[in-house]
Nanobody, 127 residues
């Protein structure tokens, strides 16, 4: 069983920054590809970013590319999402997700492909 706990959300003005953390209670995080997703009210959960097991491969949604950076510290069993130049349209609940079935460097844009989820952290960007 994998438990994921997100933190770092909050209220920020447009143009500001936040760093989300996802702490995983696992023996070794290197087994898991990690993803970040978000869900705004009335919308489906959407892909934000993913990072491979070693951290060598990352991918981003077009809407956040150049503004968000995903990273991981496997020694601390923690994954991060640095969010800069935030926009009101980034307002959502942000979730981290994990799965150990992807091949090396692989990931999925679909939330259905991830087995483990955190409870989410609210990010609100005011204009």
């Amino acid at each position: 069983q994998v438990k994921l706990v997100e933190s770092g959300g909050g209220l920020v003005q447009a143009g500001g920054s936040l760093r989300l953390s996802c702490a995983a209670s696992v023996r070794t995080l290197t087994r898991y590809t990690m993803g970040w997703f978000r869900q705004a009210p009335g919308k489906e959960r959407e892909f934000v970013a993913a990072i491979s097991r070693s951290g060598s491969v990352t991918d981003y949604a077009d809407s956040v590319k150049g503004r968000f950076t995903v990273s991981r510290d496997n020694a601390k069993n923690t994954v991060y999402l640095q969010m800069n130049s935030l926009k009101p349209e980034d307002t959502a609940v942000y979730y981290c997700a994990a799965d150990d079935r992807f091949p090396y460097g692989g990931h999925s844009y679909s939330p259905r492909e991830y087995d483990y989820w955190g409870q989410g952290t609210q990010v609100t960007v005011s204009s």
